[in-house]
């Protein structure tokens, strides 16, 4: 089954305590992307990866890190977590650019 | 700068009842605009993509269209498993960001 999948669903952490988010998809797709999603604000694009070794900042990458070192993952870094990163997260994947994005099921974080 | 606006923010429906979600953009060349689903605690469903004013697309109950300035996405005779939140985004042609409108939450009422 095509899919794009996310680990862990739920997270707990607290201040300052790293943690990686990993995303996965296995549609060969080329571009990966990471959005938050907040009440009121919408979903806000973290960064994205054109290609394997190639990412660029989208508009809320400040706190964040990614790495693009294999085609199927993405995954999205929290060097030193803080409460205002409290979220729900989604990966997102498509064939290429101007294509649809498929997401994941989202990973719901809470840092303390 | 790049926007996207949705309206309206909420919209209660009887069922059979069709109506119209908005969608407005201020984009440097629009390279695509999405249409998505999304249901409570899931991620965002594709629908549609159009890419020039003119083009129209539909699927089962839904219609989406779209101008230099707009897209709408029209409901006919929409039935309670429509209830979801609608989502827009468009990608410019001069970069490769995808930028989402906040949404209209729709519920349809038996």
């Known amino acids: 089954e095509a899919q794009v999948t996310q680990n862990p669903r739920y997270l707990i952490t607290v201040t300052g305590k790293k943690l990686t988010v990993t995303c996965s998809q296995n549609m060969n797709h080329e571009y990966m992307s990471w959005y938050r999603q907040d009440p009121g604000l919408g979903l806000r694009q973290i960064y994205y990866?054109?290609?394997?070794?190639?990412?660029d900042k989208g508009d809320v990458p400040e706190g964040y890190k990614v790495s693009r070192k294999e085609k199927r993952n993405f995954p999205l870094i929290l060097e030193s977590p803080s409460p205002n990163q409290t979220s729900l997260y989604f990966c997102a994947s498509s064939l290429g650019r101007g294509d649809p994005q498929y997401f994941g099921p989202g990973t719901r974080l809470l840092v303390l | 700068e790049d926007q996207v606006t949705q309206s309206p923010e909420a919209l209660r429906l009887q069922e059979g009842e069709s109506s119209s979600l908005n969608c407005s953009y201020t984009v440097s060349g629009l390279r695509g605009l999405f249409w998505y689903r999304q249901d409570p605690g899931k991620g965002p469903e594709f629908l549609f993509t159009l890419y020039s004013a003119g083009e129209e697309k539909e699927k089962e109950r839904l219609k989406a269209t779209l101008t230099k300035k707009e897209s709408f996405l029209h409901i006919t005779a929409p039935k309670p498993e429509d209830s979801a939140t609608y989502l827009c985004?468009?990608?410019?042609?001069?970069?490769?960001?995808?930028?989402f409108g906040t949404g209209t939450r729709l519920q349809v009422f038996p």
């Open positions: 985004a468009v990608q410019a042609g001069n970069t490769d960001k995808l930028i």
């Open positions: 990866s054109m290609n394997v070794e190639v990412t």
